[in-house]
């Protein structure tokens, strides 16, 4: 589970008790988890919020997408 915080640009899939572990990979602040879809344990739809940085890491088909807003193009 450790291997998410040092490679934070996963293919997993999205799931609630991931943010027990998942930060912010530019400043490793706790991320806040906003739902728009789930089924079950798993994210469908939804962000991840930094409180610090304000960057906001959509969740799309249940896979996030934790590359900071400066390396997404
Ligand atoms: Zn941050």
Redesign the pocket.
Known sequence: MTALLLHPYTDSVMRKDLMDILA??????PLELTVEGDEGDEVIQGALR?S??G?VYPIRDRIPNLLPKAMRG
């Open positions: 912010c990979p530019v400043c490793k602040t930094c610090n940085c960057d």
